[in-house]
């Protein structure tokens, strides 16, 4: 599943940059990318374990900056979900 997040309070570039490599360490994330310029966060990831991935794509980003959020963002415009 391929899922898009617009990141909040992303500071610095190489701190994206820590984020995507971290990321794409998880078992079961086929690809990510981080890009400060666009605040966007892109994975694809396994269907079958997505939510608990992102547990984990959320604990890793933590680690490299603390105040980053994600919201759930589909098609043209902000889906009302939580930030995580």
Same mark, same amino acid.
């Given at each position: 599943m391929k899922k898009k997040f617009k990141m909040v !309070?992303? @500071?610095? #570039?190489? *701190?994206?940059a820590k984020m995507e490599d971290a990321i /794409? /360490?998880? @078992?079961? %994330?086929n690809d990510?990318?981080?890009?400060? =310029?666009m605040q966007k966060l892109t994975i694809d #990831? @396994? !269907?079958?374990?997505? @939510?608990?991935?992102m547990q984990e794509v959320v #604990? %890793? *980003?933590k680690k490299v900056e603390r105040i980053a959020?994600?919201?759930c963002k589909t098609g /043209?415009? =902000?889906k009302g979900e939580r930030l995580l």
């Open positions: !309070d992303l @500071d610095c #570039a190489n *701190c994206a /794409k /360490k998880i @078992d079961g %994330v990510a990318t981080v890009s400060f =310029m #990831a @396994d !269907d079958a374990r997505f @939510d608990e991935i #604990a %890793v *980003c959020r994600f919201s /043209k415009g =902000m």
